[in-house]
């Protein structure tokens, strides 16, 4: 027992320091099961205020682009307006099918919610994104982020004031996605290198694809609505081992100067995963 | 102004300028992270007990990690040079210089070229580390040796800017004080 507790003694420091360097390999590699736990919800409220006044500051340099940005959000949704489209003739008739515009809360599945985007990275392997929302404010985990030009990322923990999502630039990102003139669908990853490009795999040859083609979220997703950007094909490349493409695409977020963003709430979620739940029991 | 006060105002600097102003260059290269807030570590003061040391080093990286939302990654790698460090002073330098000399490690007190040596030792072993374990969740290894090597260079560059600006001035402990 003696020799025990001099053992003990004489390599305490090393003992110590092997003990420390566990704490912290245990935390990293354990993080997705640890990432809900008291300390990262802590470290969000604090570390969160300092990227409040940091993004104070920073937001000038940055306020023309966001105009832009914004102006041209703007324009795009403007166009949509039913005031806007009108019928040479009286006989003619618009018609919306698709839903009711007076009763159209009961059908509603997506609800925006706006958010400031504080803390940002681009140069991890796993990058997040901190939001200025939480769940005071109605932001809950495995909600979508979606910003003024595209696709941002999802949301994977909250606290009471900040949220922190997972950006498209996380390696255990994936969405689902497809061209939008059609066809094909496949999963977006990023392989950990460049920022500006991400990777849509698994799209079958016999789809013709083309440089600067739009890839859009499927509606299969039940946290991303349909239809919105994720990129644009910068570069096909043929996957050897099978029958498919690997596109290589441009985020059309800016990952390196977004501001805002919005936070994407699927109504309907619960509803949806009450059901899968009861088909997987039977 | 005491040590004390002087180490408490470098730890909060050096992870606000990391965070704040490293953080937030656009990247260059896939390979090239700019890091400079190990040099905390380095400029510790001689005379501080190892076991201290280490949990230092564990709580200076947990303050980053903080930041960028990877809890023990920086950690690991700064308890890492935390606890080479003392191994490294003692081989770089005479017994008694550590004794009787300067307060902290700089050029003035050991000397350019074992400073240089022990920056370069610990700043490659904090990069391998860190990158290493980047490199388990990917697993290319041209990837991890580039990327080892080219943000050590940077790492580098950045300490040599930093010794030039902030001249310190290094103290010759005495009794008295």
Same mark, same amino acid.
């Given at each position: 027992?003696?020799?025990?507790?001099?053992?003990?003694?004489?390599?305490?420091?090393?003992?110590?320091?092997?003990?420390?360097?566990?704490?912290?390999?245990? +935390?990293?590699?354990? /993080?997705?099961?640890?990432?809900?736990?008291?300390?990262?919800?802590? &470290?969000?409220?604090?570390?969160?205020?300092?990227?409040?006044?940091?993004?104070?500051?920073?937001?000038?340099?940055?306020?023309?682009?966001?105009?832009?940005?914004?102006?041209?959000?703007?324009?795009?949704?403007?166009?949509?307006?039913?005031?806007?489209?009108? &019928?040479?003739?009286?006989? +003619?008739?618009?018609?919306?099918?698709?839903?009711?515009?007076? !009763?159209?809360?009961? /059908?509603?599945?997506?609800?925006?919610?706006?958010?400031?985007?504080?803390?940002?990275?681009?140069?991890?392997?796993?990058?997040?994104?901190?939001?200025?929302?939480?769940?005071?404010?109605?932001?809950?985990? @495995?909600?979508?982020?979606?910003?003024?030009?595209?696709?941002?990322?999802?949301?994977? @923990?909250?606290?009471? @004031? +900040?949220?922190?999502?997972? !950006?498209?630039?996380?390696?255990?990102?994936?969405?689902?996605?497809?061209?939008?003139?059609?066809?094909?669908?496949?999963?977006?990853?990023?392989?950990?290198?460049?920022?500006?490009?991400?990777?849509?795999?698994?799209?079958?040859?016999?789809?013709?694809?083309?440089?600067?083609?739009?890839?859009?979220?499927?509606? /299969?997703?039940?946290?991303?609505?349909?239809?919105?950007?994720?990129?644009?094909?910068?570069?096909?490349?043929?996957?050897?081992? !099978?029958?498919? /493409?690997?596109?290589?695409?441009?985020?059309?977020?800016?990952?390196?100067?977004?501001?805002?963003?919005?936070?994407?709430? @699927?109504?309907?979620?619960?509803?949806?995963?009450?059901? +899968?739940?009861?088909?997987?029991?039977? | 102004?005491?040590?004390?006060?002087?180490?408490?105002? =470098?730890?909060?600097?050096?992870?606000?300028?990391?965070?704040?102003?490293?953080?937030?260059?656009?990247?260059?290269?896939?390979?090239?992270?700019?890091? *400079?807030?190990?040099?905390?570590?380095?400029?510790?003061?001689?005379?501080?007990? =190892?076991?201290?040391?280490? *949990?230092?080093?564990?709580?200076?990286?947990?303050?980053?990690?903080?930041?960028?939302?990877?809890?023990?990654?920086?950690?690991?790698?700064?308890?890492?040079?935390?606890?080479?460090?003392?191994?490294?002073?003692?081989?770089?330098?005479?017994?008694?210089?550590?004794?009787?000399?300067?307060?902290?490690?700089?050029?003035?007190?050991?000397?350019?070229?074992?400073?240089?040596?022990?920056?370069?030792?610990?700043?490659?072993?904090?990069?391998?580390?860190?990158?290493?374990?980047?490199?388990?969740?990917?697993?290319?290894?041209?990837?991890?040796?580039?990327?080892?090597?080219?943000?050590?260079?940077?790492?580098?560059?950045?300490?040599?800017?930093?010794?030039? *600006?902030?001249? =310190?001035?290094?103290?010759?402990?005495?009794?008295?004080?």
């Amino acid at each position: 027992m003696r020799n025990v507790f001099l053992f003990i003694a004489r390599f305490s420091n090393l003992l110590f320091f092997l003990f420390l360097q566990v704490l912290a390999l245990s +935390m990293l590699f354990r /993080y997705n099961k640890f990432h809900q736990a008291a300390y990262m919800n802590v &470290a969000n409220e604090v570390t969160g205020r300092f990227y409040v006044r940091y993004n104070k500051i920073e937001t000038y340099f940055s306020l023309q682009k966001e105009n832009e940005r914004l102006r041209m959000q703007n324009a795009d949704l403007l166009n949509k307006l039913k005031a806007d489209f009108a &019928a040479p003739d009286s006989s +003619m008739q618009l018609v919306t099918d698709t839903f009711r515009v007076d !009763s159209l809360e009961q /059908y509603r599945k997506f609800l925006y919610l706006p958010a400031k985007i504080i803390g940002n990275a681009v140069d991890g392997q796993n990058n997040f994104i901190t939001l200025h929302r939480g769940s005071k404010q109605g932001v809950d985990v @495995n909600m979508a982020v979606i910003g003024p030009e595209g696709v941002i990322g999802k949301i994977v @923990n909250v606290s009471s @004031n +900040m949220s922190v999502a997972m !950006s498209l630039l996380h390696r255990k990102n994936s969405v689902v996605a497809l061209l939008k003139k059609g066809g094909g669908f496949g999963e977006v990853t990023w392989d950990g290198k460049d920022p500006r490009f991400v990777t849509l795999s698994n799209i079958p040859r016999t789809i013709k694809v083309a440089k600067g083609d739009t890839v859009v979220t499927s509606s /299969y997703s039940d946290i991303f609505p349909p239809g919105k950007v994720v990129g644009y094909v910068a570069e096909v490349r043929e996957d050897k081992s !099978s029958s498919t /493409y690997s596109l290589k695409l441009k985020t059309a977020t800016d990952f390196y100067s977004v501001q805002h963003a919005y936070i994407v709430k @699927n109504i309907q979620k619960a509803e949806m995963d009450s059901l +899968m739940q009861k088909v997987k029991k039977d | 102004m005491s040590n004390l006060v002087r180490n408490i105002i =470098r730890f909060a600097f050096f992870i606000l300028f990391q965070v704040f102003v490293l953080g937030k260059i656009p990247p260059l290269h896939q390979f090239i992270v700019p890091y *400079l807030y190990f040099l905390f570590i380095l400029w510790l003061p001689f005379k501080i007990t =190892r076991g201290a040391l280490t *949990l230092l080093g564990f709580l200076f990286g947990m303050a980053l990690d903080m930041f960028t939302k990877t809890p023990g990654l920086h950690a690991a790698a700064c308890t890492l040079i935390a606890y080479i460090r003392p191994f490294l002073i003692s081989l770089l330098m005479p017994k008694e210089a550590t004794e009787i000399g300067y307060s902290e490690p700089s050029i003035t007190s050991m000397g350019f070229v074992p400073y240089a040596v022990y920056v370069l030792v610990l700043t490659f072993l904090h990069h391998s580390y860190l990158v290493f374990m980047e490199w388990l969740h990917f697993g290319n290894f041209l990837y991890f040796i580039g990327k080892v090597f080219a943000t050590t260079a940077i790492s580098l560059l950045l300490i040599l800017i930093t010794e030039m *600006l902030f001249v =310190r001035k290094a103290k010759y402990r005495t009794n008295v004080a």
